[in-house]
């Protein structure tokens, strides 16, 4: 039925009345002359639909049945079209349609980049850029293969990369790199020698023979476990040497915190530039000009996508607050804490995750230019160090 | 010996009328040769042999060719008259 009606609209129909003489005739009349009506009414409402084509041929059988005709409706895409005939802005439109999607359905207008955790999709979007990959590239000019390889060797991180093209989308589909573990050298022969001055807490050897126990106190470079190991017959052999050797140490710190310092305080005063980015062009939405002084900007910029795809459209904002230089004065206690930060910041610097800090006697010398900060630091942490031995 | 059968006597190809009912809301008739009376209540066609007449409610000739017509609606009544 849908498709009658959709034949029907296409070719275009007429609907009509029937006035006077019979009606009955009339479409007996049509029928013989091979008209196909439909929709047929009777009484005094009566009338028909005929394709638009035919109606012309009717006039004569509704001559012969004494009857009138007259055109109730003109219904379909001809007659739609017959309106639009005058309006050449509509057609020249219609055609700048046509040319504008064909267009710009030849060239990549989205590039997204999908399965990245460590690496920044900035500095693949980056990479794919300098391949040749970037929105408003023409479709035909992308080698996908090309352009894999080439950022596969700008990001070493990459251990996969896929470009897939669908319409005016690329997909950059990325699989990182898993880093390599490090693998100990087990073959060489090593002693264990202390790194750092200390009190041994704990001792926990994996190979070798231990020179040391716990509670002895040791300095930096003495031989903690010997590579040479001796077994029950009275033989020795050399081994690489490996303990984990946990002893209290101490460090010290010394950081210093100016009372006095510059920093730029907004003054409240913001200007905010808005640009439509739209198939990479840059509209002005606002007739805001770039600051001139002391300013600070934050820019954002917002896509906007369609069920996950995003479209070549958005808004860039720049939002320009203006600051002033002033100095500062730190009190007493806001210079002790930012210097208790700092420490902290440095003595996690110096143990590098690999011990703790147990206790710490700080020294406080208060000059005019500041506050100096000395920070003995008592530290439990793992000494042990291996030292390689080389046989000829 | 069989009288053979001619083609044109069976089915939709005979040059009898044919006229095919879908409950009593439907009905097809094939081999019309033109409408006598139209109206609301009443189709009256001519058909090769005779006349069907069609009584009802609602009665709508949904559409017309040559030789076939629908006639839809809520038919109570068919006759056949010479």
New interface residues.
């Given amino acids: 039925m849908i498709s009658l009606r959709l034949t029907r609209w296409l070719l275009g129909y007429v609907r009509f009345s029937v006035l006077g003489g019979s009606?009955?005739?009339f479409?007996?009349n049509?029928?013989?002359s091979?008209a196909?009506?439909?929709?047929?009414?009777?009484?005094g409402n009566?009338g028909a639909c005929v394709a638009a084509r035919r109606y012309r041929f009717l006039r004569r059988n509704a001559r012969r049945a004494g009857c009138r005709l007259r055109v109730r409706e003109r219904t379909g895409l001809p007659f739609s079209l017959r309106r639009t005939k005058s309006h050449a802005g509509l057609w020249a439109g219609f055609a700048a349609f046509l040319v504008l999607s064909f267009s710009l359905s030849t060239h990549i207008w989205c590039v997204q980049v999908t399965g990245n955790k460590d690496v920044p999709a900035g500095k693949i979007e980056s990479a794919l850029a300098s391949a040749g990959l970037v929105s408003g590239t023409l479709r035909s000019s992308v080698n996908p293969q090309e352009v894999e390889r080439r950022v596969m060797l700008q990001c070493p991180e990459i251990r996969w990369i896929s470009i897939n093209l669908r319409g005016s989308m690329a997909e950059a589909a990325v699989r990182e790199t898993t880093e390599k573990p490090n693998i100990s050298d087990q073959k060489s022969v090593c002693n264990v020698i202390a790194a750092r001055t200390g009190q041994i807490l704990s001792l926990e050897v994996f190979a070798g023979t231990p020179e040391v126990k716990k509670g002895d106190a040791v300095v930096e470079g003495q031989l903690l476990v010997n590579a040479v190991v001796e077994d029950q017959t009275g033989g020795s052999t050399m081994t690489h040497a490996s303990a984990e050797i946990i002893a209290e140490t101490s460090r010290e710190v010394t950081v210093k915190v100016p009372l006095h310092k510059q920093v730029d305080v907004p003054t409240g005063k913001t200007a905010v530039r808005r640009n439509l980015d739209i198939f990479r062009a840059h509209i002005p939405l606002t007739l805001q000009r770039k600051p001139q002084g002391s300013w600070r900007c934050e820019c954002e910029r917002t896509t906007v996508s369609l069920f996950g795809t995003p479209l070549p459209l958005g808004i860039y904002m720049e939002t320009w607050k203006e600051v002033r230089s002033q100095e500062i004065t730190l009190t007493k206690s806001e210079a002790r804490s930012l210097a208790g930060q700092q420490i902290k910041k440095q003595s996690d610097a110096l143990l590098k995750g690999l011990g703790r800090v147990t206790g710490q006697k700080l020294t406080e010398h208060w000059g005019k230019d500041g506050l100096t900060c000395e920070a003995k630091l008592t530290c439990e942490e793992n000494i042990a160090k291996e030292s390689e031995i080389f046989i000829k | 010996m069989r009288k053979p059968v001619k083609l044109s006597e069976l089915g939709a190809l005979s040059a009898k009328s044919r006229i095919e009912i879908c409950g009593n809301r439907e009905a097809v008739i094939e081999g019309c040769?033109?409408?006598?009376?139209?109206?609301?209540g009443v189709v009256r066609i001519r058909t090769q042999e005779r006349i069907v007449r069609f009584t009802g409610r609602g009665l709508?000739?949904?559409?017309?060719?040559?030789?076939a017509?629908v006639v839809t609606g809520y038919i109570l009544q068919i006759e056949f008259m010479e």
């Fill in positions: 009606p009955e005739r479409y007996t049509c029928a013989h091979g196909y009506l439909w929709d047929m009414t009777s009484g009566a | 040769c033109g409408i006598l009376e139209y109206g609301d709508v000739i949904r559409c017309m060719t040559e030789d017509l």
